[in-house]
Nanobody, 124 residues
């Protein structure tokens, strides 16, 4: 059974750090990109970060310099290290598997598999 299993969310104070993890289970070992998206209450799901099969990374502007996406050598575990968290980072964070080795525009439609989401709450 193909699934993405996330962990690492929680409640932290502003300025703190969290690391999210996502394990891809059951997928055929084809090259694919992985990404993180987030959705705050009343807002659309938005792109946060992505990593291609060749380890090229991309970020939305609001998290550049604070968040780091990485993956293990096998490409089956992807991490999102979040430093200097801000109240505006509060959201449900979703791990996603791309349909290709890279995502051209980092849009949700380019990612065909999704995790269940993990809540990140940042207190001011």
């Amino acid at each position: 059974q193909e699934q993405l299993v996330e962990s690492g969310g929680g409640l932290v104070q502003a300025g703190s750090s969290l690391r999210l993890s996502c394990t891809a289970e059951g997928f055929i070992k084809n090259p694919y990109a992985m990404g993180w998206f987030r959705q705050a209450p009343g807002k659309e799901r938005e792109f946060v970060a992505a990593i291609t099969w060749t380890q090229k990374t991309s970020y939305t502007d609001s998290v550049k310099g604070r968040f780091t996406i990485s993956s293990d050598n096998a490409g089956t575990i992807v991490y999102l290290q979040m430093d200097n968290l801000k109240p505006g980072d509060k959201a449900v964070y979703y791990c996603a598997k791309g349909d290709k080795p890279f995502a051209e525009k980092n849009q949700p439609r380019e990612f065909g598999s999704w995790g269940q989401g993990t809540q990140v709450t940042v207190a001011s």
